[in-house]
């Protein structure tokens, strides 16, 4: 990457990481402090925790569609208002309605769409897979971070300190996007970051990608409801206060993200990618079984976290580059506009069932759903036939009319290792998706040349 790119990519995830630090130090220490909230039920509890994916889901792609007409840091300005103006009632409330009304703007400060489509406006099509890697890596710290800082931090300011805190941060994210992140000359359509609202229903359709759509449901689902209850049984079972919880997410983390490393690294051999996802599949069924039956002791919470994080995290690794790989080269950025969407409507649910589970039948009612819930995915997984796993090029061809370039698809479709080739004349970009181990590199250099 050049020095602008690195800046601009470095500006953005911190954006993106200052943002989802807010969200998620709210999930380990919510559950306990909303016991003191009038009006709480546990089915409310869940709610307030699972409120703001479903404005999330429902405002990100809207919001990057605004972005195009409007201008991306005027729209990203105006999310993270409302994000912090979500934080302010979250922190003044004293009924658990005024919390969940909170968090619900919290979600609706939807950036997501649009600090991606800033990202494609300031980085090379060949940098562009390095630049989301980073915004990726950038969330996944943030969320261990926020599971060990956060009962730390409630200790001290309590949750609505933390509240406060957020307010900060999206306040801080402002002036790193101004002042950090330089403005593009120029926006752009990018269709292998931003949804195409045409291809929707033709990506919805598509029986692999809609598999892995449902997988991302299911994963944010389980997680949600987990911690509707997970900070209660470390409380009520183990014996530990709030502010010492993060004795057990510490260890808890290192040691999943220690057991994950072979996994990924064995995941780079394509044609061990399925069996991979299954296992990662599995694990997450088996934590739940070992949550189920080990709760209410510390060594059992302990060892049965340590399992689903290292599942959670590896898939959470994997889903994203299997949606990458086997969308159609020019509906990669409205397959992950509905991946996201997926994500964050999984967030909901989750407290919802997290929430009705607890009230009903108790804390080992909502890991026994859990883990229902999560064996039907694996089900699913091992019953399906494995999709071909293909990479995405971008090739700057230049602007071009209709005719020469359906020509141009159709020469870049004969090189070996080329799949799939759309021009877009009005882009002058040729989407393709090829096998990296038969393409010729060569070849493929010399019919865009």
């Excluded at 912090?84 to 703007?105: D, K, P, T, Y």
């Amino acid at each position: 990457m050049t020095y602008a790119e690195r800046r601009a990519v470095a500006g953005l995830a911190g954006i993106f990481g200052l943002r989802m630090l807010g969200l998620f130090l709210i999930l380990p220490v919510f559950a306990l402090y909303a016991e003191t909230l009038p009006g709480h039920t546990p089915l409310l509890v869940g709610v307030a925790l699972g409120a703001y994916g479903l404005t999330q889901a429902l405002l990100q792609i809207p919001f990057g569609m605004l972005s195009d007409r409007w201008g991306r840091k005027p729209v990203i300005t105006v999310g993270l208002l409302i994000f912090a103006a979500g934080s302010v009632v979250a922190a003044l409330a004293e009924s658990i309605g005024m919390v969940i009304l909170g968090r619900a703007l919290q979600g609706a400060g939807a950036i997501a769409a649009a600090v991606l489509a800033l990202t494609a406006d300031l980085t090379r099509e060949e940098q562009r897979t390095k630049a989301m890697a980073v915004i990726g890596i950038s969330i996944g710290a943030v969320f261990m971070l926020a599971l060990i800082v956060a009962p730390l931090l409630d200790g001290v300011i309590g949750v609505p300190g933390i509240f406060w805190l957020t307010v900060v941060l999206a306040i801080a994210a402002i002036a790193v996007l101004w002042r950090g992140v330089p403005s593009p000359t120029l926006l752009q359509a990018h269709r292998d970051v931003e949804t195409v609202p045409s291809e929707l229903l033709s990506v919805l359709r598509h029986p692999y990608l809609l598999r892995l759509d449902g997988g991302i449901f299911v994963l944010h689902m389980v997680l949600t409801a987990m911690f509707v209850v997970v900070p209660v049984a470390l409380a009520q079972h183990a014996g530990l206060a709030t502010p010492r919880h993060w004795l057990v997410y510490l260890p808890v983390m290192v040691m999943a993200v220690a057991l994950m490393a072979p996994l990924m690294i064995i995941s780079a051999r394509t044609g061990l990618v399925p069996r991979i996802f299954a296992f990662a599949v599995g694990i997450v069924v088996a934590s739940q079984l070992l949550l189920w039956w080990g709760h209410q002791t510390l060594a059992g919470l302990v060892v049965a976290l340590t399992v689903f994080f290292w599942g959670f995290n590896t898939l959470e690794a994997m889903l994203p580059s299997l949606v990458s790989r086997v969308a159609p080269a020019v509906k990669k950025g409205t397959a992950i506009g509905i991946y996201n969407t997926f994500e964050f409507l999984g967030v909901f649910a989750g407290g919802l069932l997290g929430g009705f589970l607890h009230s009903r039948y108790g804390v080992p009612g909502v890991f026994l759903g859990c883990t229902v819930i999560s064996a039907v995915w694996l089900l699913v997984t091992v019953t399906s036939p494995a999709p071909r796993l293909l990479d995405t090029r971008l090739v700057r061809v230049g602007e071009t009319d209709r005719e020469p370039a359906e020509a141009l698809a159709r020469r870049l479709s004969a090189v070996p290792g080329v799949e799939e080739a759309i021009v877009v004349a009005e882009e002058g970009v040729a989407y393709l998706k090829v096998d990296r181990r038969t393409l010729d590199d060569a070849k493929l250099q010399e019919v865009v040349s």
